[in-house]
């Protein structure tokens, strides 16, 4: 049975730092990509950054870009985001997921879904 199960979301102010961490397990991800996604009340799922399971690029919404970064610990089956300079328009609940060979920012084309954990960044 696949399972993505996030953790590290919490409060915190403008300006600091958050890291998310994703264990992935139930199968080889060797052919994913692994995605970061999230969800603000009222609003649609967002795309915010993938990367290559095997070592391949990266992708990151320009939201984003320059302040977050996306990693793997292949070793572990564990995905990571790092979160730096935090606004309060990056407070979400965050999804990981995997999508098989796409590096897709469309979230109806990811197989796989977390939970999530609620980020919020207080001004």
């Known amino acids: 049975q696949v399972q993505l199960v996030e953790s590290g979301g919490g409060l915190v102010q403008a300006g600091g730092s958050l890291r998310l961490s994703c264990a992935a397990s139930?199968?080889?991800?060797?052919?994913?990509?692994m995605g970061w996604f999230r969800q603000a009340p009222g609003k649609a799922r967002e795309f915010v950054a993938a990367i290559g399971w095997s070592g391949g690029g990266t992708v990151y919404a320009d939201s984003v870009k320059g302040r977050f970064t996306i990693s793997t610990d292949n070793a572990n089956n564990m995905v990571y985001l790092q979160m730096n300079s935090l606004k309060p328009e990056d407070t979400a609940v965050y999804y990981c997921a995997a999508n098989f060979w796409s590096y897709s920012t469309n979230y109806k084309t990811y197989q796989y879904w977390g939970q999530g954990t609620q980020v919020t960044v207080s001004s």
């Open positions: 139930g199968r080889s991800f060797s052919s994913y990509i």
